[in-house]
């Protein structure tokens, strides 16, 4: 993987309950349409066989596109299907299983809530991180949200890529932008929407502005 990838400024996760009736690849396909320049997949209320599925379809939907794909907890999902990398949290397996299973060019996410586990992740050899959810999110019920103040901190602190998740829609983009993030995540307000397309291009627009402004 050449470090191309490093360069994303918008991240959109799959979230089939937020589209029912359209299909996660017409909804995907749009979203890539409109700019998206990395996916993950995170499917966790399916069978493990489900998610391959989507995740073989998905593969050949972002080689299209030339896009990462990410895989959301499942290394041995992401290694069948050769996507690009997993995302894992603070209760999956840690970094240091992962990167052995998955070698030095495979791409490691982690979600962090703090800036103590985003220094932990960058000295333990993430490739990037996540930092949220900056603000509450029906996606993440019951995790309480971060705000704008960690997003700062990163800014400041963290060296490898972060991206900001978590309650974002084209309404507060700008405050996350403000508070130093140049990469932007989000799932309801994109996959949601009616128009995928229009709201990558809006988020996309927001953040080439706050480039401006820097
Ligand atoms: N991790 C932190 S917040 C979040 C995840 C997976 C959910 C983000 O979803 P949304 O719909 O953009 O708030
Ligand atoms: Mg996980």
Redesign the pocket.
Same mark, same amino acid.
């Given at each position: 993987m050449s470090s191309k990838w490093k360069d994303f400024r918008l991240y959109v *996760?799959t !979230?089939v309950n937020y589209h029912p009736g359209r299909s996660l690849m017409t909804v995907m396909e749009q979203t890539l349409q409109g700019g998206a320049d990395i996916i993950q997949l =995170?499917a966790k209320d399916m069978t493990k066989r489900e998610v391959l599925a989507q995740a073989y379809a998905l593969r050949k939907l972002t080689r299209h596109y030339d896009v990462p794909l990410i895989i959301n907890d499942h290394i041995d999902i992401a290694l069948a299907v050769d996507a690009d990398g997993v995302h894992l949290g603070q209760d999956d397996l840690p970094l240091a299983e992962a990167r052995r299973i998955l070698g030095a060019d495979r791409i490691i996410g982690i979600?962090t809530h703090s800036i103590e586990q985003a220094l932990r992740a960058e000295r333990d050899g993430a490739d990037y991180i &996540?930092v !949220?959810?900056v603000?509450p @999110? &029906? @996606?993440?019920p019951g =995790?309480q949200a971060v705000t704008t103040s960690y997003v700062q901190e990163a800014a400041q602190r963290i060296r490898i890529p972060f991206v900001a *998740? &978590? &309650? *974002?829609t084209t309404s507060n983009v700008n405050e996350v932008l403000a508070a130093g993030a140049a990469r932007i995540? %989000?799932?309801? %307000?994109i996959v !949601?929407s009616d128009d995928p397309a229009h709201e990558c291009r809006s988020f996309l627009q927001a953040i080439h502005a706050s480039d401006q402004s820097k």
């Open positions: *996760i !979230g =995170r979600s &996540g !949220g959810p603000f @999110t &029906g @996606t993440k =995790r *998740i &978590g &309650g *974002i995540c %989000a799932v309801s %307000a !949601g």
